[in-house]
DNA sequence: CAGTTGGCTGACCAATTGGTTATCATCCTG
DNA sequence: CAGGATGATAACCAATTGGTCAGCCAACTG
């Protein structure tokens, strides 16, 4: 019933207002009027084709999370290839897969776990092959490790503005943090062990209670 | 005897009532009468002791705001519960700060703003000292640190999900992956330059075109 | 050609929203 | 006790929201 071409543009013009809208002000914040306005179609047609304002935003959550795992011939999630391909594309799928993350949808909730496991079993053959330093709590490391490469997605705005850079998601400015995020990946910030040492005093202080 | 806040002056229920909706679900997510309910008043008297809904969040924006620059807020003062209402209050604070930044409040960018100039100078006096690594580009460094440390507020809940603890804001989740952030800024992630060198390489076929 | 189908719409609906106003109940203070 | 301030509310309002419905219209299909 919809695997028409003729019903799939407006479907997918619905999609993409959006996506577009959801990503910049957040699902709750934007009406299916807005929406339809964007697309150039009534409100009633957005519920015509996608049941309710709900059933749109889990179509646009799935739209995204396939260009996230799919790329062309990909299979799963075996590296963080598909994150970083996520991070170089367009910018209103960026913002709306930011969103979704921090908005706690369950479909993101499933992504994300797919993807700290890809991640740990990822940096554990790294660890292996010798490219990687070991962790003492390696879930925990690659839990942050996807964290923070997501981080920009949810702070892009200011990050880009105390970079100079107009547009939070201009390419340059992504591939400058980009370069001080491998950087720090990379050596570290600190050159010797004073913040894990104050780390241990606070556990121990508290554990002391 | 109303409840446990029951000696608290309804503007500061009010506002606290504030900090937790919008902390959780987004000022636009929330209504007035939601603010007003759990504050135990009508929501008239929301409108009559701030004027309007934006009045409202700019009061909460600026609260927390005094709380993170450590000042002696106006109300916590008054607030004669001490320390315990101020741990109490500790996780709706956070939470509240993380959609601040993430919607781009004007307060909130001037915060973060602050913040990154405040980690630059003391990152560059941390080399100076010699306990802090050199870096290429000191300020993408310092807003990469700040963004980083205030990722776990934007995606804290999938952290704690991750990491098998049920409160995304419990002391012990963030004291555990605290201690994964710490391992990373210390050591680092890689052990060799190989992820420096592969952004070299996109830079350089980036410029190429 | 008649008829059915499905994309598409305007008009409508009940509920909710932020905001206003008139009013009431205190509590000081003169 | 009079009489403002101040705190608080119920009733109301216009606008907007997500969602429904009957029906238009173009394109297939018999």
Same mark, same amino acid.
Request: net charge negative; no cysteine; glycine share 10%.
């Given at each position: 019933m919809r695997s028409d071409k003729g019903d799939l543009k407006a479907r997918a013009r619905i999609r993409n207002a959006a996506l577009e809208l959801f990503g910049a002000e957040g699902a709750t914040g934007v009406s299916l009027r807005a929406v339809a306005a964007r697309a150039g179609v009534s409100h009633a047609l957005v519920l015509h084709h996608f049941g309710s304002k709900e059933g749109l935003r889990k179509e646009c959550d799935a739209y995204v999370i396939s260009l996230v795992r799919g790329g062309p011939g990909v299979e799963a999630l075996e590296d963080t290839a598909g994150l970083a391909a996520m991070l170089e594309a367009a910018g209103p799928v960026r913002r709306y897969l930011g969103r979704a993350f921090m908005d706690g949808t369950p479909e993101a909730a499933a992504l994300y776990d797919e993807i700290v496991e890809a991640t740990e079993r990822w940096l554990e053959q790294g660890v292996a092959e010798g490219w990687a330093r070991p962790s003492q709590d390696p879930r925990a490391r690659a839990a942050i490790y996807v964290t923070w490469l997501l981080a920009p997605l949810a702070f892009g705005e200011h990050l880009s503005r105390v970079l100079g850079v +107009? *547009? +939070?998601?201009?390419m340059d400015a992504t591939l400058r943090h980009s370069r001080a995020g491998i950087e720090i990946f990379t050596g570290?910030?600190?050159? *010797?062990d004073r913040a894990l040492t104050a780390w241990e005093a606070v556990r121990k202080e508290r554990r002391a209670r």
């Open positions: +107009p *547009d +939070p998601h201009d570290g910030v600190f050159a *010797d």
